[in-house]
């Protein structure tokens, strides 16, 4: 495994961006605020520069793509993002994106519909080659960045990205860190047990490396968030007959005639639906995906509601101290579904994507 800087943090055209003297800093001393965060993955949001990698159908200047159709997809993009809270123009605290073409498309949504929102801090991921990408806009200082690469990245391989923010300090007087792995993994086009072993390879960088931040930051504040390809209870719905990239904890597996082995288990991220099973030791990482809890969906395949796109929590977020984990939820807007109740995915005039964008609060715990 190799890690890499591919772009570093950004002030995304600082002048358009910036907050203004009226905007409160998050270290300040009122109470903080409840921190959302949204992921979404906008299927294919390209931009209306000819850049040379587009797909065929996204290739500015032609009848299928132009200038007016970039800026209603941009329009639309937006809308989907704040479907969660109609009422509230300064959108998600974080926003955290999936198949985008580049850092223009982040900032023309920071300057354009989503300029209430006063986005001051964007990061986008590699590889170069790939021609859609994923992207980070915040409101939040990113004190540090860095995008990891795994033998291998290429397309169907993206980069993982890893950004850290400052949350300031609350009632313990602590400043907090909060570190977000975005992901997008590798699709099951070709079968999901023909691919899994990609989205494995993901899931063990993102392990090894949730390892040392953890060894070094024990109560390092931590979200694994994107489009994984793969629900949180993957080797339960194939049979547990493969070795998946999410894992529930050994313990957790029901028990059959032929236990698991070992190895199947080893290096990659455990998660769980119940919070009592979240950890950290040496037997492995174990993250908690809401899910379960929540109820829903983001994805629809072949009339299979799926849960492809997720949160996962880290221990240090569920454990009363600091900023907690609150809710979790996808969007529910019916504006973003079509008369057959999938999502309305973007058709060339019309249209958003084809998943949900979902939605996670954390907040100040006992407040």
Known sequence: MESRISLKVVLAAAAALSCGSTCSLPWSEKPREDLIIVAYNAHNLFDDVNGGTEYPEFRPG?????????????????????????DNAKGPDILCLTEIENAKVLADLAVGPLREGAYTWAFVGGPPSSPIHCGILSRLPIVSARAHAFAGSDESGRD????????????????????????????????????????????????????EILKEDPKRLVLVCGDFNESPDEFERVGGVYPTAFMPPPGAVASSDTEP????FKGVLGVSPSKGSVSSDAGGIVLFSPWEESGGWSYQFRGDKERLDGFLISESLLDGKGFEFLDFRPADDPELLDEDGLPFCWNGAAGYSDHLPIALRLGEAGR
């Open 62 to 86: 032609s009848s299928t793509w132009n200038s007016t159709l970039y800026a209603k997809r941009l329009e639309l993009t937006a809308y989907a993002v704040e479907s969660f809270y109609p």
């Open 261 to 264: 082995p070992e190895a199947w």
């Open 160 to 211: 993982i990205l890893e950004a850290s923010f400052e949350l300031g300090a609350g009632k313990s007087e602590t400043q907090e860190i909060l570190t977000i792995f975005l992901c997008h993994w590798k699709s099951r086009l070709e079968g999901a047990r023909e691919t899994e072993g990609a989205r494995r390879s993901a899931s063990i960088l993102v392990a090894s490396r949730l390892g």
